[in-house]
């Protein structure tokens, strides 16, 4: 069994109310160097963007945009952006909005420094230098701002992937809550469960000490480190995503969920994430809803099953999360405190509300458990007839 952890940390971290200024000291690293943003149509119509290129034009810096990025990028997103500007000397990248676009951002960086296909990458580490990331969150969910990992659907292949490597964490991450005032509740909603079930996964994860010595991997389990983040995490995110998806001009709310974002990211890029978040993988290829939105409903169940095999961490979830105890097993009112919320905030708390068909349900537990990464990282060993059941159990 492992004796030891480690910990690898993100690039420069920027956090508060106006922290966008931070960008003039950043620029004086990339003076006069050519600036890739990526960023959406939302994010343009708000005024955000606009807000960035008033600071890039007032530090000289020349820039293109790119804004056309869409929700759960895929592989011919990231060529049509290679394709308009491999060849205009890009050397620095930012990535403005959401997970969708610091993701896109993500692949753009390190493909403009390779000639291998994206694909490519799915199995194989990122070799070389990168082009220098800027992440700009506008979203307080993924915390794509502070880990080495980039998620794209690959069309071509019918396969969504994450891919994986240090080299792409960002090297500044700037997280101001001024910018995600104006998030629409259902984004709010679906982007604010994840990073809620991320932090929950990273600290229920296997113990880093349960893996064998000589174990590698992106994820490793939880440790010290991972915990303290992660339950922080939790704390502040379960105080403010009800306020934040009701009342989406509350800055106390809005603050607390993008801290609670970025911490639950330091958490499981290291601690990793489970069972949600692999099943979400395979419910993504039957159902059209957003990622956030199938881990959140992954989450009870995964929480039903998981319990007993790390009993202290969920019993200190459960004493973290309710007040008030009824008085009934820990395990059922942990339960049910997570569908409420997820009914609180409008989103589905059954597989068959989003699409899926009983008949998917087999296929479903066969694919999740050949994501390994992420299985090897549940609390309690599970097999596909394991899977089967807390599929059913979502299900209807």
């Given at each position: 069994?492992?004796?030891?952890?480690?910990?690898?940390?993100?690039?420069?971290?920027?956090?508060?109310?106006?922290?966008?200024?931070?960008?003039?000291?950043?620029?004086?690293k990339?003076a006069?160097?050519?600036t890739?943003?990526?960023?959406?149509?939302?994010?343009?119509?708000?005024?955000i963007?606009?807000?960035?290129?008033?600071?890039?034009?007032?530090?000289?810096?020349p820039?293109?945009?790119?804004?056309?990025?869409?929700?759960?990028?895929?592989?011919?997103?990231?060529?049509?952006?290679?394709?308009?500007?491999?060849?205009?000397?890009?050397?620095?990248?930012?990535?403005?909005?959401?997970?969708?676009?610091?993701?896109?951002?993500?692949?753009v960086?390190?493909?403009?420094?390779?000639?291998?296909?994206?694909?490519?990458?799915?199995?194989?580490?990122?070799?070389?230098?990168v082009?220098?990331?800027?992440?700009?969150?506008t979203t307080?969910?993924?915390?794509?701002?502070?880990?080495?990992?980039?998620?794209?659907?690959?069309?071509?292949?019918?396969?969504?992937?994450g891919?994986?490597?240090?080299?792409i964490?960002?090297?500044?991450?700037?997280?101001?809550?001024?910018?995600?005032?104006?998030?629409?509740?259902?984004?709010?909603?679906?982007?604010?469960i994840?990073?809620?079930?991320?932090?929950?996964?990273?600290?229920?994860?296997?113990?880093?000490?349960?893996?064998?010595e000589?174990?590698?991997?992106?994820?490793?389990?939880a440790?010290?480190?991972?915990?303290?983040?992660?339950?922080?995490a939790?704390?502040?995110?379960?105080?403010?995503?009800?306020?934040?998806?009701?009342?989406?001009?509350?800055?106390?709310?809005?603050h607390d969920?993008?801290?609670?974002?970025?911490?639950?990211?330091?958490?499981?890029?290291?601690?990793?994430t489970?069972?949600?978040?692999?099943?979400?993988?395979?419910?993504a290829?039957?159902?059209?809803?957003?990622?956030?939105?199938?881990?959140?409903?992954?989450?009870?169940?995964?929480?039903?099953?998981?319990?007993?095999?790390?009993l202290?961490?969920?019993?200190?979830?459960?004493?973290?999360?309710?007040?008030?105890?009824?008085?009934?097993?820990?395990?059922?009112?942990?339960f049910?405190?997570f569908?409420?919320?997820?009914?609180?905030?409008?989103?589905?708390?059954k597989?068959?509300?989003?699409?899926?068909?009983?008949?998917?349900?087999?296929?479903?537990a066969?694919?999740?458990m050949?994501?390994?990464?992420?299985?090897?990282?549940?609390?309690?060993?599970?097999?596909?007839?394991?899977?089967?059941?807390?599929?059913?159990?979502?299900f209807?």
């Amino acid at each position: 069994m492992k004796s030891y952890w480690q910990y690898k940390f993100s690039g420069n971290i920027f956090f508060g109310k106006e922290a966008l200024n931070e960008l003039e000291h950043i620029y004086k690293k990339y003076a006069q160097k050519k600036t890739l943003i990526i960023t959406d149509q939302g994010i343009k119509a708000s005024g955000i963007l606009q807000k960035l290129e008033d600071k890039l034009i007032s530090y000289a810096i020349p820039y293109e945009i790119y804004d056309e990025a869409k929700p759960e990028p895929t592989n011919l997103d990231v060529e049509e952006v290679l394709k308009s500007y491999s060849n205009k000397d890009i050397y620095v990248v930012i990535g403005l909005g959401g997970g969708s676009c610091i993701d896109l951002a993500k692949m753009v960086a390190f493909m403009l420094n390779t000639d291998q296909p994206l694909d490519t990458f799915y199995h194989h580490t990122i070799d070389f230098e990168v082009t220098p990331i800027i992440a700009i969150p506008t979203t307080a969910g993924t915390g794509s701002e502070v880990t080495g990992v980039a998620v794209v659907n690959d069309l071509d292949k019918h396969l969504k992937v994450g891919i994986s490597s240090e080299k792409i964490k960002p090297q500044f991450a700037i997280l101001d809550p001024l910018l995600t005032l104006g998030m629409p509740p259902r984004v709010t909603a679906c982007s604010g469960i994840d990073a809620l079930v991320h932090a929950i996964e990273a600290f229920t994860a296997k113990d880093y000490s349960n893996f064998a010595e000589d174990y590698v991997a992106d994820f490793r389990g939880a440790t010290m480190m991972s915990d303290l983040f992660a339950e922080k995490a939790i704390q502040l995110i379960t105080g403010s995503l009800e306020e934040a998806v009701k009342n989406g001009q509350n800055y106390e709310a809005r603050h607390d969920m993008l801290l609670g974002s970025l911490l639950a990211g330091l958490a499981f890029s290291n601690a990793g994430t489970s069972m949600a978040h692999a099943a979400a993988y395979a419910v993504a290829g039957r159902a059209p809803s957003p990622h956030g939105e199938i881990t959140g409903l992954m989450m009870p169940y995964a929480i039903k099953y998981n319990f007993s095999s790390n009993l202290s961490k969920f019993i200190e979830l459960h004493r973290i999360c309710i007040k008030e105890s009824k008085g009934l097993d820990k395990n059922v009112e942990i339960f049910n405190y997570f569908i409420d919320l997820l009914k609180k905030i409008n989103l589905p708390t059954k597989l068959q509300e989003i699409g899926v068909l009983r008949d998917d349900l087999p296929a479903m537990a066969k694919e999740t458990m050949g994501i390994t990464r992420l299985m090897n990282i549940n609390p309690r060993q599970m097999d596909e007839k394991d899977l089967l059941a807390v599929f059913e159990m979502a299900f209807d």
